[in-house]
Nanobody, 123 residues
Framework: QVQLVESGGGLVQAGGSLKLSCAAS????????MGWFRQAPGKERESVAA????????LYADSVKGRFTISRDNAKNTVYLQMNSLKPEDTAVYYC????????????????WGQGTQVTVSS
């Protein structure tokens, strides 16, 4: 069993910032990539960012480049998503995910998913 627990979501005004965290527990692996995804009501899930085990490779969706930063602390089995200059269109439930392999924005390649944390950006 692998458990992923997201935290840090909330309500913020447009232009504000939030930092999400995702802690992994349970079964451990030699190395794994992690990613952030989001889903707004009535819309399909979309990729946000991903990071390799070493942190040497990061990937971002075009919609968040320059505004969001993904990072990780392997000693804490935690991945973070720093979100700056938030826009109303960023409103969604944000999910973190884990896969044994390289970082990718292809959500179907991830093996484990958290339950999500709500981010609401008011206009």
């Amino acid at each position: 069993q692998v458990q992923l627990v997201e935290s840090g979501g909330g309500l913020v005004q447009a232009g504000g910032s939030l930092k999400l965290s995702c802690a992994a527990s349970g079964r451990t692996f030699s190395s794994y990539a992690m990613g952030w995804f989001r889903q707004a009501p009535g819309k399909e899930r979309e990729s946000v960012a991903a990071i390799s085990w070493s942190g040497g490779s990061t990937l971002y969706a075009d919609s968040v480049k320059g505004r969001f930063t993904i990072s990780r602390d392997n000693a804490k089995n935690t991945v973070y998503l720093q979100m700056n200059s938030l826009k109303p269109e960023d409103t969604a439930v944000y999910y973190c995910s884990l896969r044994v392999g390289v970082a990718t924005l292809r959500g179907t390649l991830y093996n484990y998913w958290g339950q999500g944390t709500q981010v609401t950006v008011s206009s």
